[in-house]
C-alpha cells in the first residue's frame, strides 16, 4: 500500500512539474519547430513556419494556404513561367506546344512568349522550349546578360552589352541597331532597347508609332503589341503608339518596374504598390492590394511577385495561366 502511494505522489510530482508540457513541445521531424510553434505537420521535416511554399501543391509554410513562391515570373499568351526558390523552373497554363513544360535545368532569368519561352541556364547560354517555329528556336550560342522573348523572335544583351536577335524578321524586328546596350523587350513585331547611355532605341513595326522612341534617359523599356511603355530616369513614365485602349495613357507617380502586354500594362511604384492601365476585358488591368516586388504583363492576363515571394496571377484564366502550380 505504501508503494501504491509513493507512486502516486510521484506521477502527481511530474504531472506538476511541467514535464508533459516539455513532452508536448517535442520537435519529433527535427525541423526546429514544434506543434506548439506553429509546425502543422511535426512528421514532415519540409512542413514548419520557417519554409517556403514551391507550387507544388502542398502547404509547406503553414499557413493554410498551399502558395507559390518565386524568384521570377513571366506571364507569356495563354501561359506563365517562373523560376523557384531552388532555380528551377515552373509554368502553368496553356500547354498544346509544350510550353508549360519545363526543362529541369538551373535558370537565372526567363522570358515567356506567345507559345513557347526562352530562359538563361547557370552559364547563360539560351534554353528554349515550346512552339518550334520562325528560328526563335535558334539563338546564337553565346552568354547572355539579358533576353526578351517576342511572339516569334528573341533578343538578348550578351556580356559585351551588344544585342542580338534572331527568329521571325518579317517586319524587321530581328535587326537591332549597333551600339552598347543594358536591356532589351521584344514583343509583337517590334522591340525596344535602352542603351548604356539611359536613350532608348526601337526597330520593327511601327504601323502606330510603337517605335517611334522619345527623346530622354531611361532606365526601362517594355513593349506591347503596338505600344511601347518606359521608365524615364526620374520614375516617371511615358508610352507612346496606339492608345485605343488607353494603353498608351500611364499614370502618375514614380515607378521601379514595368511591363506591357497585349493591350494593357502594369508597373510597380516606388512603396510596391501596383498600378495597371489599358484593356480590363478580363480584369487584367484590375491588380491586387499589397506590397510587390516584380509584375509581369502578358496577352490578357498578369502576374506579380509579392515581398513574401509569393506570386499572385489575374485577368483572363481560360487556360489556367493565372493558376501557377503544377
Known amino acids: 500500500m505504501f508503494l501504491l502511494l509513493r507512486a502516486a505522489f510521484a506521477l502527481l510530482f511530474v504531472l506538476s512539474s511541467g514535464c508533459v508540457g516539455a513532452t508536448a513541445a517535442l520537435d519529433n521531424d527535427g525541423d526546429g519547430f514544434s506543434p506548439n510553434e506553429g509546425d502543422c505537420d511535426d512528421t514532415n521535416p519540409e512542413r514548419h513556419p520557417g519554409a517556403s511554399d514551391r507550387c507544388d501543391g502542398m502547404d509547406r509554410n503553414c499557413d493554410g494556404l498551399p502558395g507559390c513562391t518565386l524568384q521570377q515570373v513571366s506571364a507569356g499568351g495563354n501561359h506563365s513561367c517562373g523560376i523557384g526558390t531552388e532555380g528551377t523552373a515552373l509554368c502553368w497554363g496553356g500547354n498544346e506546344d509544350g510550353q508549360a513544360d519545363a526543362p529541369d535545368l538551373q535558370l537565372t532569368a526567363i522570358s515567356a512568349g506567345d507559345r513557347y519561352n526562352l530562359a538563361l541556364d547557370s552559364q547563360g547560354y539560351v534554353i528554349e522550349w515550346g512552339f518550334h517555329n520562325s528560328g526563335h528556336s535558334a539563338p546564337p550560342p553565346i552568354p547572355f546578360a539579358q533576353l526578351s522573348a517576342g511572339i516569334e523572335n528573341g533578343c538578348g544583351v550578351d556580356l559585351d552589352a551588344q544585342l542580338h536577335c534572331w527568329g521571325d524578321d518579317g517586319e524587321g524586328q530581328s535587326v537591332p541597331p549597333d551600339g552598347e546596350f543594358l536591356q532589351v523587350s521584344s514583343a509583337w513585331f517590334h522591340s525596344c532597347a535602352v542603351a548604356i547611355d539611359g536613350s532608348l532605341a526601337c526597330w520593327g513595326y511601327n504601323t502606330d508609332g510603337q517605335s517611334n522612341a522619345p527623346q530622354g534617359r531611361f532606365l526601362q523599356v517594355s513593349t506591347g503589341r ?7 530616369e526620374g520614375g516617371g513614365i511615358e508610352c507612346w503608339g496606339r492608345n485605343s485602349a488607353e494603353q498608351s495613357s500611364p499614370p502618375q ?22 498600378l495597371c492601365w489599358g484593356r ?11 506590397s510587390f516586388r516584380q509584375v509581369s504583363v502578358g496577352s490578357s492576363h498578369s502576374c506579380a511577385i509579392g515581398d513574401d515571394n509569393e506570386v499572385i496571377c489575374w485577368g483572363e484564366d481560360r487556360d489556367g495561366q493565372t493558376r501557377p502550380g503544377p
Do not use: N
Open 226 to 232: 503596338y505600344h511601347s511603355c518606359a521608365i524615364a
Open 253 to 274: 507617380g514614380s515607378f521601379t518596374q514595368l511591363s506591357a502586354g497585349l493591350d494593357h500594362s502594369c508597373a510597380r511604384r516606388q512603396d510596391g504598390a501596383l
Open 280 to 290: 480590363d476585358d478580363h480584369g487584367q488591368s484590375s491588380p491586387p492590394s499589397g
